[in-house]
């Protein structure tokens, strides 16, 4: 009984660690998709910020990092994180914003957007 139990417990604790939806970032992975949806994004962005690799990086190696933004003004880098689409309006959208001042970055955020559907 003690074994089935044991097993079980080691089962279970793979099997979380399996579903976790967190990964380290990857610069390579980072930009992997069809240009509309980003297979890897959802997982890396919190690695991302937390792991500060953005702080104080000017445009150029912000480019050289995550690759060409989806939007860009001269204060900001938008960059789609994900997005799901109800009848063909987007319905929730998750975008990581790098804002700039004097073409370095001063912070980096995730935006949530939801549409209240009827």
């Not at 099997?15 to 509309?36: I, M, N, P, V, Y």
């Not at 933004?69 to 987007?90: A, W």
């Not at 073409?103 to 949530?112: M, P, Q, Y």
Request: aromatic fraction near 8%.
């Amino acid at each position: 009984m003690l074994n089935k139990t044991l097993i079980f417990i080691c089962l279970l604790a793979i099997g979380l660690t399996a579903c976790s939806r967190k990964q380290k970032f990857d610069r390579d992975k980072w930009d992997e998709g069809d240009g509309l949806t980003f297979a890897y994004r959802p997982i890396m962005v919190d690695d991302l910020l937390a792991s500060k690799q953005l702080n104080n990086l000017k445009y150029q190696q912000v480019i050289h990092l995550l690759h060409r933004p989806q939007f860009s003004t001269k204060d900001s880098m938008v960059y789609e994180i994900s997005s799901k689409y109800s009848k063909g309006t987007v319905v929730d959208k998750q975008t990581l914003v790098v804002f700039l001042k004097d073409s370095v970055v001063t912070k980096a955020e995730v935006h949530e957007m939801h549409v209240k559907t009827k």
